[in-house]
Every structure is written in C-alpha cells, then in structure tokens.
C-alpha cells in the first residue's frame, strides 16, 4: 500500500509489528516548518474577543446551571404553596359552611328569642292589665301589704320601667307612641298599678316609708323622657308622685330631691295639656305643705317659674287653664306671705335694737 505526501509517494511497511511510514527529509523539514508556523500564528488567530466568547460561554452556562437549580427549588416552594393554599382554601370553605349554619342557627334563635319576648310581653299586659283594675279596690292593696310580697314587686316594677325609658334614646325609629303595643301597654299597666297603690292609704304611706328607690326611679325617669314623648306614661307617673304627696312624709321625700322642682320647670312645658295639668297638681301639692315652702322657699319665688305658669292660663284647655289660675295664685300668695315675713323680721328687728339701746 503508498501514501501521497507532498506530491510524492510514500511505500508503507507493513512487515514489522508497528508500521512505518518513509518520507523524504525534505518534506519532513517542510512538515515541521508548517507545524512551527500553526504554533506561532494560533494565538493570533484565537484573538481576545474569542476568548471572552469562551468565558461568556463557560459563565453562561454556569448561570444556567444554577437558574435550572433555582428553578427547581421555585417549582418545589410553589408545589408547597399550591398544597398550603388547597389546605386553607378547604378550610375557608369548611367555616363558610359553619358560618352559614350558625348564621341559620342564629336567625332561629333570634325568631324564637322574639317570640319569647312577645310572648312575654303580652303575658306581662295581660297580667299587669288585671293587677292595674285589681289595685283599684283598696282591699286588694291591703292584702298585698298583709302578703308582704308588695316590696319585690315594686323593685321589678322599678327596673322594668327604667329599663324601658332608657331604651327609648337607644331606638333608631321615631320614639312614638303606639297604643297597640303589647310592650307600651305592659309598662302603662306597671304604672298604673303603683298609681293605684299610691292613691290607698296604706299604700301611699308604703311608698312613703319604704319604697323610696322607686319615687327617685320616677322623678329619674321623668327627667330622661324628652317632651312630647310618652305623655300618657307620664301622666300615669306624675299621677304616682301626687298621691304619694298627699302623705306628708311622701312629700317631704319627695320634695328634699334636688331634681323635683328643675322636673316641674321641664315638665310645665312639655306640650301636652295632661302632662301640664298634673305637674300643675303636684306643684300646688308642693305649695299646701309650710315645712316644704320654707324647705324649697326660694326657688319657688323664681319668677321664671311664675311665668310658665301664667304662661297656662291662657290655654284652650279649662281644667289647664284652671288649674294653672289657681297654681299662680298659690305662689302669688305665697310670696307676698315671704315678703310679709321679711317685713315683720325687719320691723322686729328694728324695735329690738332701740329697745336694746334704749
């Protein structure tokens, strides 16, 4: 077999166990001349801008490497996320479903809870309806002292009203009177039943002696109602606190709170006529009683006071009118008894000190 180098033929042995190949030395001066100048002009060829190919290229895919690391670990945190968020998602669903329920749960309970209440209400209407005609007969007060059950009840009675006043302020509606309320109609009857107490001897001395929260109660509670609201609840409470003034341990107490006579002020201009007349008859109850005109002598010359009340008499209504006629002319005695005092005080006075130097 020959080989052609340089244009020349070359015989290959293939005798010996490695085989030879005989070139000329020239060619093989040539051949290494050639290799010489590769190895000089290499670096010439792979200029700078190669190698920074190469090194891009290295980093590049070093970068890679780690991205397809990165990419990995960001696959594994979103497979852990996806599965936290199918947990959490079957939970929000699980209380959504609970939340319903109760919700449900909570509607039944609230019907069933106003059910209750109106059941109440018209059970507490009915029965304090019969206790308000029952306590019209002064037997019947009589036999609640001999019981001695009289006392518990006022306290209920006292929180009930109360409870109901201050609910009126707590009411988004308009705070108007419906006659058909089971509920108005249970704390009138309340009302009127210790009205009817109060209008029994035994059982206006009762509240005079011992039921002294439940007058505060009242005269507290009139002074929360604002004009014009309830008027039948306040007459029924006024109404209380006259015949309880018909005692004169009753109306001492309730002439000794600071906050009667500013009531009888408000009250004077509530705008309803009842409301007006029988603040005008607790008024002249107030005036009947000496120890009380000295107790509450000089508010009851204010002439503001005076002025509300004349205000009255010229009103449409006559049992108003006249009782406002008679109230002026209460206090208008009343103070020219006060002036007619201070005379004689001041005359007496004047005789002492001569009669004292002389």
């Not at 936290?84 to 998602?89: C, H, K, M, N």
């Not at 019907?111 to 059970?123: G, N, R, W």
């Not at 006392?151 to 109901?164: H, R, Y």
């Not at 004047?350 to 002389?358: E, F, Q, V």
Request: charged share 20%; with cysteine; glycine share 4%.
């Amino acid at each position: 077999m020959s080989a052609s180098l340089g244009g020349k033929s070359l015989a290959l042995n293939h005798g010996a166990k490695d085989a030879f190949v005989r070139v000329r030395k020239r060619d093989l001066e040539k051949l290494t001349t050639e290799v010489m100048q590769l190895r000089e002009f290499l670096p010439r060829v792979l200029n700078g801008d190669l190698m920074k190919m190469l090194h891009k290229a290295h980093a590049a895919q070093t970068m890679k490497e780690h991205l397809v690391q990165e990419q990995e670990q960001l696959q594994q945190q979103c497979l852990h996320l996806q599965a936290r968020l199918d947990a959490v998602q079957t939970e929000c669903q699980k209380e959504r479903e609970e939340k319903l329920l109760l919700r449900e749960q909570l509607w039944q309970s609230g019907a069933q809870l106003q059910q209750q209440a109106d059941f109440c209400s018209a059970l507490g209407s009915a029965t304090c309806s019969l206790l308000w005609s029952s306590s019209a007969r002064e037997h019947t007060v009589s036999q609640w002292l001999a019981d001695g059950k009289l006392q518990s009840f006022l306290s209920v009675a006292a929180q009930t009203l109360e409870s109901f006043v201050r609910s009126l302020d707590e009411e988004v509606k308009p705070q108007t009177e419906d006659h058909t309320s089971q509920e108005h109609q249970f704390v009138l009857a309340l009302a009127g039943t210790i009205t009817n107490i109060a209008a029994v001897t035994c059982g206006r001395d009762f509240l005079s002696s011992s039921a002294h929260i439940l007058l505060d109660t009242l005269i507290k509670l009139l002074e929360l109602m604002k004009p014009g609201v309830f008027p039948k609840l306040k007459v029924l409470m006024l109404m209380a606190l006259y015949n309880v003034s018909i005692s004169v341990k009753g109306l001492k107490y309730i002439s000794e709170n600071p906050g009667l006579l500013p009531l009888i002020w408000t009250l004077l201009d509530d705008g309803d006529w009842e409301v007006c007349l029988h603040t005008l008859r607790l008024l002249q109850s107030v005036l009947l009683e000496e120890d009380v005109l000295l107790l509450l002598g000089s508010s009851l010359l204010d002439p503001d006071l005076q002025a509300r009340v004349s205000r009255l008499t010229s009103t449409v209504q006559p049992s108003l009118r006249l009782a406002a006629q008679q109230t002026l002319e209460d206090l208008q005695s009343f103070q020219q008894m006060t002036e007619g005092r201070f005379r004689n005080n001041a005359a007496e006075g004047k005789w002492s000190n001569s009669t004292t130097a002389g």
